[in-house]
């Protein structure tokens, strides 16, 4: 229906990837592939969320199979829980404290706020004309063009996170302020052969080359991790050591698993090579829309850096992470 409405023929097809929050890497990922085997030439991959509209299950499937449900099987029953509760999980068992939380998201907020200010993002983003209801007053309703993410906030603190409730259990550490903000956004990715593009002219536009995708299995009751399990098998996959590595973004689902992740690849002396822009805490975490958010931010700072090689990943709801290798052209 989308693809109708905007214009692209219908001789065009189309389909749908889930793979929760990293549903749009899944899309770009088929895209690449199908490239690769020569099935199609031309493909735009991405997604969307509009999650103040449809989040009211918090993402969770509200009716399901009773046997599923109540499964013996405790992996089973841990793929609907709460998000929230994987992120206290990690932080409880692998000892990332609220102080370590607040501290990430705070600076989360002052690299994304330096970046939207010195017009970073202004070449990934596509100005959009669409209607504003301001949730006080359902009635009104203006037509507004966004421009740019709105949910950064510059004047973000330690201290003033540090004054937050936990959001998903009552001695918890994880908050609305160290994790990543419920969000609406749309994000795409248009790839070709490169032979293609040589015949339509468009070689000098050609920013970088997808090299490969990994996907790995993990726990469900700390889905968080998955970025720590996936992001080796990428590398092992591709040849690529981490010390090739220019710029990691590596998604911010919650300031507790993101840290997790960070050290257990032994990455805490590179912090300024992960997310140097911010993520998802100051930027939001639409599902469908992140991955691609991710991909052109990435390829947008490996190109004012000279930076040839980067690596985004993604955690996953019930228990998953997905990591793809992209070089700078």
């Known amino acids: 229906m989308a693809a109708n409405h905007v214009g692209i023929p219908t001789t065009t097809s189309f389909s749908t990837a889930n793979r929760a929050c990293a549903s749009g890497l899944t899309a770009i990922t088929h895209i690449a592939n199908q490239i690769a085997v020569g099935q199609i030439d031309v493909g735009i991959g991405g997604g969307m969320e509009s999650m103040t509209r449809n989040y009211g299950s918090r993402a969770i499937p ?141 070689t000098s536009q050609i920013i970088g080359k997808f090299a490969g995708t990994q996907v790995a299995g993990c726990l469900p009751d700390e889905m ?36 997790y992740c960070i050290r257990k690849l032994g990455l805490e002396n590179n912090m300024d090579k992960i997310n140097p822009n911010g993520g998802a805490i100051a930027l939001g975490h639409p599902l469908g829309a992140t991955s691609g958010r991710m991909l052109g931010t990435l390829l947008h ?16 709801g019930t228990g998953m992470g997905m990591a793809s290798l992209i070089i700078r052209e």
């Open 62 to 202: 509200t009716e399901l199979w009773k046997e599923m449900k109540e499964s013996p099987v405790k992996e089973a029953r841990d793929c609907i829980m709460s998000m929230g509760i994987t992120s206290e999980n990690v932080a409880e068992r692998y000892g990332v404290s609220r102080a370590d939380q607040d501290a990430f998201a705070a600076e989360s907020h002052r690299r994304a706020a330096k970046a939207q200010s010195s017009g970073f993002f202004d070449e990934e983003i596509v100005p959009v004309t669409t209607r504003w209801i301001d949730p006080e007053v359902p009635e009104s309703e203006k037509t507004v063009t966004v421009t740019k993410d709105d949910g950064i906030r510059p004047n973000t603190t330690v201290e003033k996170l540090s004054t937050m409730k936990p959001a998903f259990k009552a001695d918890g550490a994880s908050t609305a302020g160290n994790s990543s903000q419920v969000s609406d956004g749309a994000s795409a990715a248009l790839m070709m052969r490169r032979s293609t593009a040589a015949e339509l002219g468009l």
């Open 224 to 259: 968080g991790v998955g970025p720590a399990v996936v992001i080796p098998k990428l590398l092992a996959y591709t040849g690529i050591e981490k010390e090739d590595v220019g710029i990691w973004e590596i998604n911010e689902a919650f300031a507790s698993q993101a840290l």
């Open 301 to 316: 700072e490996m190109g004012r850096t000279g930076e040839q090689i980067g690596v985004l990943s993604k955690c996953i």
